[in-house]
């Protein structure tokens, strides 16, 4: 495996060919992959919250999926990715904190805007692991668009 990239907590990244994008600690946060199995290229966001509309417009984009994910877009399509062709897998969404008394918990909240921005640009969402109550770490091996997950104390499993 040529480069392996940690995604941290409200960024992304693209790689085409080959490598590895990890990213870990996915606890109510999301992260979301996206493939283009034609172009090999992959993207893989760490998505901190659902919606940007309630922040400042400097704030940054990477943290919310409603913008992370068409700005991953944006990147993919510069080394060769096309709309047509992208599929999407995600993980994430944990509820954590029993003391999140809100209707719809943070991760549940995450979950539901990334499947409607996913949905809404036409990306055809192909797996899931969400929700529960523990955090995943998530990793993309690029040249197969192979996605995995792990959750402490289980086995690492595709998605």
Known sequence: ?????????????????????ITVGLG??????VYDTAAKVAGLAHILLADST?????DNPAKFADTAIPLLIDQMARLG???GRLTAKMAG?????SFENSVI?????????????????KIPLLGEDVGGNC?????????EGRVTVTMVGSEERQI
């Open 135 to 143: 955090g995943r770490t998530m990793r993309v091996y690029v040249s």
């Open 81 to 83: 990715a096309r709309n």
């Open 105 to 121: 918990s943070v991760g549940e909240k995450n979950i539901q805007m990334t499947r409607q921005t996913l949905s809404r640009l």
């Open 54 to 58: 309630n922040f400042k417009a400097g």
């Open 93 to 97: 969404g944990s509820q954590l904190f």
């Open 1 to 21: 495996m040529s480069e392996i990239i940690r995604v941290k907590i409200a960024d992304l990244a693209v790689l085409k060919g080959d490598g590895l994008l």
């Open 28 to 33: 109510s946060c999301i992260g979301v992959a």
